[in-house]
């Protein structure tokens, strides 16, 4: 009998279970996730799956993992009232982070509403981050991707979970507006890297008009942010990792024709439309002054 969060999971996530699958088969499992979607809960229970298929999956480690008592196996989430990730709370991780797992191949580690992390926990994890001490895997959630700080989140492999037994009417499971959006996104951000001055105008008229609620606004920001990781990232993860690899012919051509100082500049540009989402600007106003920004960062 399956436990519960492996039944959580595979209701709501059958297509990326099966992808987690096969990267374990193949043993190609990264060291850093992002998991973005709604459904706390739901997020949770497929990261506790994906932890049990790593730590050996039988019912003694189901039962563990649930229980929060699995010796490799380490669940961290903001403790009410509390509701940001302390740094304390990394800092208690700490004899976890820098020792390796005891009965499994990798030690795990699953990071609960990483948005909310402070800036001095956050500086702590990257620490650990970059310098694992044996082989591990680190699955951070959270339900906005622009909330998490962009040190953290430019080293995560992203991977968006959208319900399978979300509404039916839910306009972000329409196919064909992804579709259709998303190759709206990719012309925009090419005409922007390309310093084009029709990418400004590009924005009014094609963009707006596909962006109909919040939800969809955030998620175009989450493919934008995703694309500005690959432009940084290409050539230095496997091509399969990469959100968007069909797009690999234009990080190749970005490569060719800017320095990677220039990238980092230009994505920084994108990744600070964060701090803009919390003053009084419509978003049409937001993504023409990221235009602008990127443009002047790609010719300095």
């Known amino acids: 009998m399956l436990p519960d969060f492996a039944t959580i999971a595979q209701k709501n996530y059958p297509a990326q279970l099966a992808h987690f699958n096969d990267l374990l088969q193949q043993d190609k499992l990264s060291h850093l996730y992002l998991f973005v979607g709604p459904s706390q809960s739901a997020k949770l229970a497929f990261s506790r799956y994906i932890a049990w298929q790593v730590v050996h999956a039988d019912e003694r ?6 229980e929060n008592e699995h010796p490799d196996v ?15 709370q990394i800092r208690d991780l700490t004899p976890e982070f820098v020792t390796t797992a005891t009965e499994s ?13 402070t800036a001095s926990a956050a500086n702590s994890l990257l620490k650990f981050i970059e ?3 044996g082989p591990q895997l680190i699955m951070m959630l959270t339900e906005n991707m622009s909330d998490v700080l962009p040190t953290i989140r430019s080293r995560a492999q992203v991977v968006q979970l959208v319900s399978a037994i979300a509404s039916d009417d839910d306009d972000l499971m329409d196919g064909d507006w992804q ?4 190759l709206v996104l990719f012309k925009w951000f090419e005409l922007m890297m390309q310093r084009r001055i029709e990418a400004f105008a590009f924005v ?8 109909n609620d919040t939800k969809q606004q955030q998620l175009f920001l989450n493919w934008l942010h995703e694309l500005a990781r690959d432009t940084i990232v290409y050539g230095q993860i496997p091509d399969e990792r990469l959100a968007f690899p069909n797009l690999i012919g234009l990080y190749k051509t970005l490569r ?3 320095d990677m100082y220039r990238l980092v500049k230009a994505s920084d540009e994108v990744f600070a439309d964060d701090k803009l989402r919390k003053v009084n600007l419509s978003l049409q106003a937001r993504l023409e002054k990221m235009t602008l920004d990127v443009i002047i ?3 300095e």
């Open 297 to 299: 960062a790609l010719g």
């Open 179 to 182: 579709k259709q959006t998303q």
């Open 131 to 133: 310098e694992p001490a």
């Open 61 to 66: 480690n189901a039962l563990r993992i649930t």
């Open 256 to 258: 060719q024709r800017y």
């Open 204 to 211: 009014q008229t094609k963009i707006i008009s596909q962006l």
């Open 105 to 117: 191949p990798r030690k795990i580690f699953i990071l609960d509403a990483v948005e909310t992390l």
């Open 74 to 88: 380490h669940i961290t989430a903001p403790i009410p009232p509390a509701t940001s990730l302390k740094v304390a």
